[in-house]
């Protein structure tokens, strides 16, 4: 598993590059540091698995942005629960939960009767995968310079529909 300490500091100052490139320039110093460990982690994980990558840099480019996208989101969980109160026991109650899987249900539903792409463009935008917009251009057939503008667009129809369905229950009855 040893491999060409020449090639790993080759690779250092690149890493340093995309780990600065895809994180913003306000990122914390921490989360720059956690990707390139992260990256490096990635890079001894697969010579234990198997060979080392063919083109290194194009393989650290990729894992660098695999990582980054990771790290915002576990980041903007994190920050999102921690400004949360503790949760509420009643919130496991059965009704609760019922009224959560109804409410994903009336949302799915409206995206299905969005117009023309939309679906697939919301759909794709919600993937677990957390797809990059080229990725999801590529998907959807369309330039990655118009996905910004449809989106918006899709986005203000979900919220017509969505505003026309749920706005007159949520005024129904006490509150």
């Known amino acids: 598993m040893t491999y060409d300490t020449r090639v790993l500091d080759a690779l250092r100052p690149l890493l340093a590059a995309e780990a600065h490139a895809e994180l913003p320039a306000a990122a914390d110093r921490d989360d720059l540091a956690d990707l390139e460990q992260d990256v490096w982690l990635r890079l001894l994980e697969r010579l234990a698995a198997q060979d080392p990558p063919p083109d290194p840099a194009a393989w650290l480019t990729r894992t660098v942005h695999a990582e980054a996208r990771r790290l915002r989101r576990t980041g903007r969980r994190e920050r999102t629960g921690a400004a949360e109160p503790?949760?509420?026991?009643?919130?496991?109650?059965?009704e609760r939960r019922t009224l959560a899987?109804?409410?994903a249900r009336t949302l799915h539903a409206a995206?299905?009767?969005l117009p023309g792409r939309c679906p697939r463009l919301i759909g794709a935008l919600l993937s677990p995968h957390d797809l990059t917009y080229r990725e999801i251009a590529g998907e959807l057939g369309i330039s990655q310079g118009s996905l910004g503008p449809e989106r918006s667009r899709c986005l203000g129809c979900?919220?017509?529909i969505m505003a026309a369905?749920?706005?007159p229950r949520a005024r129904r009855g006490k509150g």
């Open 86 to 94: 503790a949760a509420d026991p009643r919130e496991s109650d059965p």
């Open 101 to 103: 899987r109804e409410r």
């Open 111 to 113: 995206v299905r009767r």
């Open 158 to 160: 979900l919220r017509r």
């Open 165 to 167: 369905e749920v706005a």
